[in-house]
Each structure stands twice: as C-alpha cells, then as structure tokens.
C-alpha cells in the first residue's frame, strides 16, 4: 500500500464493447488494459457490464414484445461470465502480464443455481493476476429488473491492492447512502463507480461522493454510438433516426475535495489517466470523516448482512 505521500497513477477507460460479443469484447479489454500499463497506469478501470454490454433496449422494447427480448436475454447469457471461468482466466493473465490492477463490469451467470439467470457484476483483479473478488449490483434500476437478479451483502468487500483500498459501487447504487457508508467503513481510498449514467446530476452526485468519502473516485462509462449495435438487431431502429450516440460517457477521475483531475470526457473512446496523491485523503479527512470522528457510534448503529 502506498504511503500517503506517493502517488498512483490510475486510468478510466471510457470505450464501447464489441456488442453481444465476449470473444471480441474481452479481446479489446486485454489490449485496453495493455494500453493503460504501457502509459504507467497501475489500475485500469472499466464501465458497467462492459462484458459484452449494457442492455441499453431494456428503455426502448416494451414487455409485450416477447421475441425480440428472448433473443435478446439469450444473446446476453450467451456471452455472459461465470466466476471464474476461461473469460476470467484471459483477464488475469492480461493483468498479471502487464502488471496492473483491474476493475471490470461484466454480466456474470448464477452458476450456484440455475446457470440461467444474470447478475450486473464488478470483477476485481489484482497486478499480479489474481482474482480479488466480485461484487454483484445490490437492485437493478427500472427496466433492468427484467435482465439482473439483486445482489446481496456477501459481496460487500473492498480489497487490499498494491496500490491502496480498493472498493467501489455501480451506477445507481451509488445514490444508496447505506450502501456508500459500508464502503466508507472499510477504508476505501480509491472508489470506483463503472456507471450507465452520465447525466449532470450524475457527475455531481461523483464530485459529492468524492468529497463525503474523503477519498478518489473513478467514474467510468462506456461510449457508445447507434453504429456499435450491429444492424441484426431489430431494436437498433427504435432509435430516433439521425441519432449517433446511444451514451457519450462523461467518465472522469475526481479528487477527495471533489475537484475533476481528469474529464470528464465526452463523446469519444478514450482512456484518462490521472496521479492520485494519497496526502489528499488525510488533508479531506482532518476536517470530516465520514467513518472516522464524524460517524458517532454512540447515536447512530450501522451494520451490514453478509
């Protein structure tokens, strides 16, 4: 772990997967990830179910449309990812072959049950290759309740790194205080929250949380333009016609004091890359710490299920 003066040099990858394609998907990541390494990166981090993307049809085809979202569902447990499993093996490889610590969201099966259900999942891996941990998103927001079951508690974990306290939240679970104060508990310094979103309220929601955690957030999201969705895909002409961007991404990297160091970055793949000194956690934290002098234990109890 870094000591507070040292700095670590993380990226944000904002890019868009290979649709509905984890060969091609997790062929991208291993070169995005190589990519971030040789550009001194130690932690690379990707978006929201990046393996092989955001079921972004769940707004656009109502329920009644049984065909069109059972080839979909089937598409995504197709290229969906058990844990682990040969996907997970090719990504700890590729992180331990360029020395680099690595955040990626990925549609994982349950295979503790049926195999047939999916969860909305963020993989953890460290720099030498091996696998952290995962973090399976606690309640799907609106349509998504149609394609991920809930999470739970026994996934509530941040991890010891290399480079600092890892831990993070995806999209809308970052708007649970509850959930943001389980993370807070542990110690997180660096927090990452691979989103869908990437609205206004959305980037201040990063900067509030940045500065009520004491600690950097890597807000990460993916890229992604009308021409991504291979034209097989039927729901591909609900979009409004002339439209070029599904999501434009607004990933950025932010300080403890809620100041952007890096983006946020709009309308392009690109990777963001940003040194994070750890002397800003103690400097935010001397005045308010969330889990520290300001948690009062003796008025308010917190606990989590796992």
Same mark, same amino acid.
């Given at each position: ?5 040292? /700095? ?21 990541? #291993? ?60 990504? #700890? ?64 974990? /941040? ?11 995806? #999209? ?9 104060? /389980? ?68 990933? #950025? ?54």
């Amino acid at each position: 772990m870094p000591s507070s003066h040292n /700095a670590v040099k993380v990226a944000t990858v904002q890019a868009a997967p290979v649709f509905l394609n984890k060969k091609q998907t997790v062929e991208k990541v #291993c070169d995005l990830i190589s990519e971030a390494a040789q550009n001194g990166a130690q932690l690379a981090v990707f978006p929201e179910v990046f393996i092989s993307g955001y079921p972004d049809w769940v707004w656009l085809v109502p329920n009644s449309k049984g065909a069109i979202l059972n080839d979909l569902y089937a598409a995504l447990l197709d290229n969906a990812v058990a844990i682990p499993d040969d996907t997970t093996q090719i990504l #700890c490889r590729a992180a331990r072959s360029a020395g680099i610590n690595v955040v990626i969201g990925v549609h994982e099966r349950n295979t503790e049950a049926s195999n047939a259900s999916l969860y909305n999942t963020l993989v953890y891996i460290d720099s030498n290759g091996n696998l952290l941990g995962k973090h399976r998103k606690l309640i799907p927001t609106g349509g998504e309740r149609m394609i991920w079951a809930g999470g739970d508690g026994s996934t509530f974990d /941040a991890h010891d790194t290399s480079i600092g306290k890892l831990g993070g939240l995806i #999209c809308w679970e970052n708007y649970m205080p509850l959930a943001r104060q /389980a993370m807070y508990n542990q110690g997180v310094q660096i927090y990452v929250a691979p989103t869908w979103d990437s609205g206004a309220s959305w980037l201040d929601a990063m900067r509030y949380i940045a500065r009520e955690g004491g600690m950097f957030v890597i807000n990460c999201c993916t890229a992604m333009r009308v021409d991504n969705i291979p034209d097989g895909w039927e729901f591909k002409q609900l979009y409004p016609e002339g439209r070029e961007w599904i999501n434009q991404g607004n990933s #950025c990297i932010i300080d403890p004091k809620g100041n952007y160091l890096a983006g946020p970055a709009r309308a392009e793949e690109t990777i963001l890359y940003a040194e994070l000194d750890f002397k800003l956690i103690q400097d935010a934290k001397r005045m308010f710490d969330v889990a520290g002098h300001y948690a009062r234990p003796d008025v308010f109890q917190f606990a989590v299920n796992k």
